[in-house]
């Protein structure tokens, strides 16, 4: 469980994100020099924070190993969706992705500050659920970018099939985040696929290590699970089924991780 000063750092942590989102909003219309810099300090100041209070979390627990409480996995999704926003806009900048991510990295600090406090289910430490911890919340945060890119989709999309030109420079053009959003995609399916597979074999485990019970098949996050993963085969499907490009694989993409969402709170009340 977090300390008092561990959560003090994490409002922290929340406000200058939440800063830093508004900031970005305000870009979208106005992206002089003095406020693409106020952004890009309050993303990496709120990323500093966030990976000095892993740390902190970390010294304060028995064993190092990520992800083993509900606490630090939620951050360090947060923090990993931040720093690929620090990488993507340093490297090859797209214009709003920063304010898009950012209710999303929001959200899952606010979820740890939530869920945190409340003790882990008890999981069989094997090799199998190492690899379903890390391969389900990497898909999660594949699919927050999917959605985030998506979100933009739609929006650029609206404003061109309505003549009105995006104020400021745009998101960039429809392909760019069509193929973003098809990537994220991509990974976040691949790793939803091994999570999946790991965590069906610890339900059918004939060991007694099964924490589910015998109607697993019944509880709400593997339901959500599975139709996070029908949603997002249907939008790997689009490139040869062209009626499901553009527009309806955006919404897909955002439908998903809606999923997504309400799988990551099951997970908090089902073992």
Request: glycine share 8%; hydrophobic share 60%; aromatic share 8%.
């Given at each position: 469980?977090?300390?008092?000063?561990?959560?003090?750092?994490?409002?922290?942590?929340?406000?200058?994100?939440?800063?830093?989102?508004?900031?970005?909003?305000?870009?979208?219309?106005?992206?002089?020099?003095?406020?693409r810099l106020a952004a890009k300090v309050c993303l990496y100041f709120g990323t500093v924070l966030g990976i000095g209070l892993l740390a902190w979390h970390g010294a304060t627990r028995p064993n190092w190993a990520p992800l083993d409480d509900n606490f630090d996995a939620l951050v360090w999704l947060a923090i990993l969706l931040s720093l690929f926003v620090a990488y993507t806009q340093r490297a090859h900048p797209l214009r709003g992705l920063d304010?898009?991510?950012?209710?999303?990295?929001?959200?899952?600090l606010m979820l740890a500050a939530v869920f945190g406090r409340t003790k882990p289910h008890s999981y069989a430490e094997t090799p199998w659920m190492l690899v379903h911890r890390i391969s389900a919340y990497g898909g999660f945060a594949a699919?927050?970018?999917?959605?985030?890119?998506?979100?933009?989709?739609?929006?650029?999309?609206?404003?061109?099939?309505?003549?009105?030109?995006m104020p400021g420079g745009g998101f960039g053009s429809l392909e760019r985040l069509e193929n973003l959003s098809f990537t994220a995609v991509t990974l976040g399916f691949a790793l939803l696929t091994i999570g999946l597979v790991t965590g069906l074999v610890r339900a059918i485990d004939s060991h007694g290590n099964n924490l589910l019970g015998p109607d697993w098949y019944r509880k709400p996050k593997v339901l959500l699970a599975f139709g996070a993963w029908i949603v997002y085969a249907l939008v790997l499907h689009s490139p040869i089924n062209p009626s499901f490009r553009g527009r309806r694989a955006a919404m897909l993409s955002v439908l998903g991780f809606f999923l997504m969402i309400g799988t990551l709170v099951a997970v908090q009340y089902v073992g």
């Open positions: 469980m977090p300390t008092a000063g561990q959560l003090a750092l994490l409002i922290a942590s929340i406000a200058v994100f939440v800063l830093g989102g508004v900031i970005s909003l305000s870009r979208l219309r106005d992206d002089r020099g003095p406020r304010f898009f991510v950012m209710p999303i990295v929001v959200l899952l699919f927050a970018v999917a959605a985030a890119v998506g979100t933009m989709y739609l929006i650029a999309n609206t404003r061109l099939r309505q003549k009105r030109a």
